[in-house]
């Protein structure tokens, strides 16, 4: 529980120290970015810390691949 208010709190600093600086500038697209960036990031952490499973990205990739792998195996034995 307090490493999820820690997570919080780190983000709301960080918050704090960058979006003020994207505004002045008028630096709406980072802003943007880094708000989506962040909230991933705020989301796997949170996620991590409370022991939840996150998904693999290989385990994607290897799914989408695995028919052509299959078919090459096929015609190479």
Not at 12 to 32: D, G
Not at 58 to 67: A, G, K, M
């Amino acid at each position: 529980m307090w490493l999820i208010v820690g997570v919080v709190l780190l983000s709301i600093l960080l918050i704090r120290l960058e979006v003020p600086a994207l505004l002045k500038k008028k630096k709406i697209k980072e802003l943007w970015l880094f708000s989506l960036m962040l909230l991933g990031g705020i989301m796997l952490t949170i996620a991590k810390v409370a022991h939840l499973p996150i998904p693999n990205p290989l385990d994607f990739i290897t799914w989408v691949y695995r028919p052509a792998s299959d078919m090459i195996n096929y015609f190479l034995k």
